[in-house]
């Protein structure tokens, strides 16, 4: 093989890697969640979404890629000035969402630092209608209006602001101080509250404590008298049903006279033992003399 044989096929390879390479540069794949924006001789053409495309050799070039989702920027702190002349430092993050291509390439120069001075603007504008106190506790209405007036204002650069939150609000050393120290006051004023309510509760408690003993020894005392009484109610009822009982067993025995006699002359002797000083005898008891030795022999039997 000569040296032109060689010749030849280099050149032949040469042109062939151009022109492959020619063919792939016309083809692009763009990915999900991207688009690409094409000028052909400097001017718009088209916007290539999701797929397969083709462009032609040194006519057609991609102007801008752009990713549609949803973005994130975390803004530095801002100075701002209150409604009382309070200087504060507020950062803020802006979470939004490029709908247009075609507007976010040409509608303005460098869209994100757009954003970031818009955001600055709009956040002084609005922390300067309220007081310190308001800026403080009034982060939902701050977020609120910063997202109203931001996604009017990035419409025409394509641009879809989905939500804004302030991250931090710094104010100054001696406010934070001041601060500090109202909220050690607040504090202890509820601390004190607490212990005035604990002992309050306690009181009250005690109170009705000692009311509920009460209650309940009176009660006791109570069922106790009523116990007693109805004790001794029973006990004399049972003493009654004897004494009926003995003297119905008497009855049906169907005593003696000298029996009976007996009997009355044991109940004097036990009046006689008392303290009455007179004794006053029944008319019926005016034979008893005759019955006299019998008794006494019944007495000695007895003592015996």
């Known amino acids: 093989m000569s040296f032109a044989f060689f010749s030849r096929l280099i050149i032949i390879l040469v042109v062939f890697l151009i022109a492959l390479i020619i063919i792939l540069s016309t083809v692009k794949i763009v990915a999900q969640s991207r688009a690409y924006i094409v000028e052909r001789l400097g001017a718009y053409n088209r916007t290539m979404n999701v797929g397969l495309h083709f462009m032609i050799p040194f006519v057609d070039r991609i102007a801008n890629r752009v990713s549609l989702k949803e973005q994130v920027m975390d803004f530095p702190p801002q100075p701002v000035i209150t409604k009382d002349n309070v200087?504060?430092?507020?950062?803020?993050?802006?979470?939004?969402?490029?709908?247009?291509?075609?507007?976010?390439?040409?509608?303005?120069?460098?869209?994100?630092?757009?954003?970031?001075?818009?955001?600055?603007?709009?956040?002084?504008?609005?922390?300067?209608?309220?007081?310190?106190?308001?800026?403080?506790?009034?982060?939902?209405?701050?977020?609120?209006?910063?997202?109203?007036?931001?996604?009017?204002?990035?419409?025409?650069?394509?641009?879809?602001?989905?939500?804004?939150?302030?991250?931090?609000?710094?104010?100054?050393?001696?406010?934070?101080e001041a601060m500090e120290k109202q909220m050690r006051a607040e504090r202890q004023r509820r601390e004190a509250i607490l212990q005035a309510e604990g002992k309050k509760q306690a009181a009250i408690l005690n109170a009705q404590g000692d009311k509920e003993a009460l209650l309940l020894k009176a009660t006791a005392e109570k069922e106790a008298a009523i116990a007693r009484a109805e004790g001794q109610a029973e006990a004399l009822r049972l003493v009654y049903e004897a004494q009926?009982?003995?003297?119905?067993?008497?009855?049906?025995?169907?005593?003696?006279?000298?029996?009976?006699?007996?009997?009355?002359?044991?109940?004097?002797?036990?009046?006689?033992?008392?303290?009455?000083?007179?004794?006053?005898?029944?008319?019926?008891?005016?034979?008893?003399?005759?019955?006299?030795?019998?008794?006494?022999?019944?007495?000695?039997?007895?003592?015996?």
């Open 244 to 304: 009926a009982k003995a003297v119905e067993y008497i009855n049906e025995a169907n005593p003696q006279n000298a029996y009976l006699q007996l009997e009355g002359f044991k109940a004097l002797t036990e009046l006689a033992r008392g303290q009455a000083t007179k004794i006053i005898i029944p008319n019926d008891y005016a034979g008893l003399a005759s019955t006299l030795t019998t008794a006494a022999e019944v007495l000695k039997e007895e003592k015996k």
């Open 87 to 176: 200087t504060m430092q507020i950062d803020t993050v802006v979470y939004f969402q490029i709908t247009d291509p075609k507007l976010f390439t040409y509608g303005v120069v460098h869209p994100i630092k757009a954003i970031e001075t818009l955001t600055a603007t709009t956040l002084r504008n609005i922390i300067g209608e309220l007081e310190l106190d308001e800026t403080l506790t009034s982060r939902d209405i701050i977020n609120t209006k910063m997202r109203l007036i931001l996604d009017e204002a990035t419409d025409p650069w394509g641009i879809k602001v989905n939500r804004v939150e302030v991250k931090n609000i710094i104010p100054p050393r001696d406010i934070q």
